[in-house]
């Protein structure tokens, strides 16, 4: 799929981009991507806040009797509320990276 992406940015840049190149840097990128993550700030933020709410939000309310069953906390599923663009964003950050590092190769080539 990567490679299809950096085959239609080349067909519109009318500029013949290496797939060496290409996979090269997404080895770089996709090895590194959690550095890259905790590297920047914001993104962590939104990634480790969206992360510890979805958590919450899975953990049951018990009562005395389930407390002496299990020493374990219940923890259950529930429905995800819409769809956070930010979490999104922040998660694919890595990527979104690769792709404007493609395209500033591009320019530079065309320069």
Do not use: C
């Amino acid at each position: 799929m990567f490679l299809s992406i950096i085959g239609l940015i080349g067909r519109f840049t009318k500029e013949r981009i290496d797939p060496a190149f290409a996979l090269f840097l997404f080895e770089i990128i996709h090895t590194s991507r959690q550095s890259i993550i905790r590297g920047v700030a914001s993104a962590l933020k939104v990634v480790v806040d969206y992360a510890n709410s979805e958590y919450r939000a899975g953990i049951a309310t018990v009562t005395d009797e389930q407390k002496k069953l299990s020493a374990m906390q219940f923890w259950t599923t529930h429905m995800l509320n819409g769809v956070d663009f930010g979490f999104l964003a922040a998660s694919l950050f890595p990527k979104l990276l690769l792709i404007v590092l493609v395209l500033v190769y591009v320019g530079m080539r065309k320069a």
